[in-house]
C-alpha cells in the first residue's frame, strides 16, 4: 500500500505545477482523495478534496486558483496549481481516506519565488 506524490519544484510567483500522487495497493476509486500542505513550525493545512463520487472541495485561500481532479483508471489524483503566491511554499501531501483507513504519501515541495 502506497502513496507516491510528484511535480513539486521550483517555480516564480505567478507560475503553474501540476502535481501527483499515484496509488498502489488499493481498491483507488473507493478512496476519497486529499491534499494538505505543511510549513515548518506549522500544523498540516487541508487544500483540497475529492471524493470516491468526484466531489470536490478546496479550501478559500486557493479558491479559484488550484484544481483536484483524479482518474480512477490510472489510480491518480491531481493538484493543478495556477497563479502560485509564495504564500503558497509548503510540502504538498497527499491522502487516501476510506473509512477508518488513512493512507498518507510521502510529500514533495513547492517552492514559490517571488
Known amino acids: 500500500v502506497q502513496l507516491q506524490a510528484s511535480g513539486g519544484g521550483l517555480v516564480q510567483a505567478g507560475g503553474s505545477l501540476r502535481l501527483s500522487c499515484v496509488a498502489s495497493?488499493?481498491?483507488?476509486?473507493?478512496?476519497?482523495m486529499y491534499w494538505f500542505r505543511q510549513v515548518p513550525g506549522k500544523q498540516r493545512e487541508l487544500v483540497a478534496v475529492?471524493?470516491?463520487?468526484?466531489?470536490?472541495n478546496v479550501a478559500d485561500s486557493v479558491q479559484g486558483r488550484f484544481t483536484i481532479s483524479r482518474d480512477n483508471a490510472k489510480k491518480a489524483v491531481y493538484l493543478r496549481m495556477n497563479s502560485l503566491k509564495p504564500e503558497d511554499t509548503a510540502v504538498y501531501y497527499c491522502?487516501?481516506?476510506?473509512?477508518?483507513?488513512?493512507?498518507w504519501g510521502q510529500g514533495t515541495q513547492v517552492t514559490v519565488s517571488s
Open positions: 495497493g488499493i481498491i483507488f476509486s473507493a478512496y476519497d
Open positions: 475529492i471524493t470516491s463520487g468526484s466531489r470536490t
Open positions: 491522502k487516501a481516506t476510506s473509512g477508518t483507513m488513512n493512507i
